[in-house]
């Protein structure tokens, strides 16, 4: 089954870890995009009916409710089995959460990062624990009830008993969903910048070392498999039946279409991705009512190692795969980075530290 992802890049405030292409734009850039993307997702020609909705951002939570129902109203396949807005904290209202509930909206994944005071200061993030309590209340109250918490494991200032403090919150909260990120320093964020060039802004001499965010990450999956929330995926977690149904898509090579700036696409056999930031997609728009960027043939095979891996169940390989891949998979077991039960191969848990190390093998074919 297909699902359909939105793409909003627009922020109240640029976070100092993201490496997303988001953030502080004008309104008039604002203006330009929702013409673009409701243009967009009327044109397309829907060879399918999604099962799953997903806005995605940047921070879709702030986008006006008119414009989010009009552009919902262009999706067949109304009441999705899923439908996810992304929200930062300290954007969620209960006028709102209503509009999104007409419009199909069921779920609701809260930016979250942190709920240690230290660690959000730091990030740039402006709401506070109670901030978050207080709109998961909003949100049950308002009937929409299934919502995911993200954290990052390895912000600056954290330490294990800041993290434990943030658990505490999520045992407190009951997600039905959690995601844990560990952060990874990377030269697109202001922070991974600071960190990279030696500086101390945004506390990066306070981010802790790769073996600490690692332990810190696992320090996490164990308190959330203590509370029922389940390792399913690398950073995702989940209550039994609460897996995200738009997220297993990209780990099953299921299809799904993409609308707005740095959106992708995948049709089965085709991925598709459009122009990155929002004022390319405005403009590529204006100019060609197109905003794709480039089109290249999936590489199922190679595909289905390195994302379905991703899956803490695994996959099951077909004897002519245990063939082809039989030289780096032996390695990878000897090294305690895989593990074969019969047909199916996984990760362990040592594996899940090192994987982007594993799934470089699969992609260099
Ligand atoms: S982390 Fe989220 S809210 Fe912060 S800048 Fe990135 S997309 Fe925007």
């Known amino acids: 089954m297909a699902g359909v992802y939105l793409s909003y890049p627009f922020c109240r405030q640029k976070c100092t870890f993201c490496n997303f292409a ?7 850039l604002e203006d330009g995009y929702h013409r673009a993307l409701f243009e967009e997702v009327s044109r397309f020609g829907w060879p399918w009916i999604p099962e799953t909705v997903y806005w995605g951002g ?4 702030n986008l006006d409710p008119e414009v989010l129902t009009s552009v919902m109203r262009l999706i067949p396949g109304k009441p999705w089995v899923e439908a996810t807005i992304e929200v930062a904290p300290g954007g969620v209202a209960r006028e709102k959460l209503r509009a999104w509930r007409a419009a199909g909206i069921n779920r609701i994944s809260f930016g979250v990062q942190s709920f240690a005071a230290r660690e959000l200061r730091a990030s740039g993030r402006r709401h506070t624990a109670a901030t978050v309590a207080e709109e998961i209340a909003l949100a049950r109250e308002e009937g929409i009830a299934n919502f995911n918490i993200d954290l990052i494991a390895g912000l ?17 909260l009951e997600p039905p969903h959690v995601s844990v990120y560990m952060f990874e320093i990377d030269t697109d964020s202001r922070l991974g910048n600071e960190i990279s060039s030696g500086g101390a802004r945004y506390g990066a001499n306070q981010v802790p070392p790769e073996d600490l965010t690692a332990e810190l990450y696992l320090t996490a999956v164990k308190r959330l498999e203590a509370m029922g929330i389940a390792r399913y995926e690398i950073s995702n977690f989940a209550r ?3 897996e995200s149904r738009h997220n297993l898509k990209y780990w099953r090579l299921e299809p799904y279409a993409g609308f707005g700036s740095d959106a992708h696409s995948f049709d089965g056999s085709l991925r598709r991705r459009n122009v990155e930031t929002a004022a390319e997609y405005v403009a590529a728009w204006q100019d060609r009512a197109t905003a794709l960027l480039e089109e290249t043939p999936a590489k199922r095979d190679e595909e289905r ?17 245990w063939t082809r891949w039989s030289a780096p998979l032996a390695r990878y077991f000897n090294e305690g980075l895989l593990a074969r039960d019969g047909e199916v191969l996984r990760l362990t848990d040592r594996g899940v530290l090192l994987s982007n190390e594993v799934f470089q093998e699969f992609l260099a074919e």
Do not use: H, N
């Open 240 to 242: 039994p039946g609460f």
């Open 58 to 61: 940047g921070t879709p939570g």
């Open 305 to 321: 190692l390195f994302l379905g891996l991703r899956q803490m169940a695994g996959i099951r390989l077909s004897q002519a795969e």
């Open 156 to 172: 600056a200032f954290q330490t294990p008993r800041s993290l434990a403090e943030s658990l505490d919150w999520v045992e407190r």
């Open 22 to 28: 988001s953030g502080v734009m004008p309104a008039s």
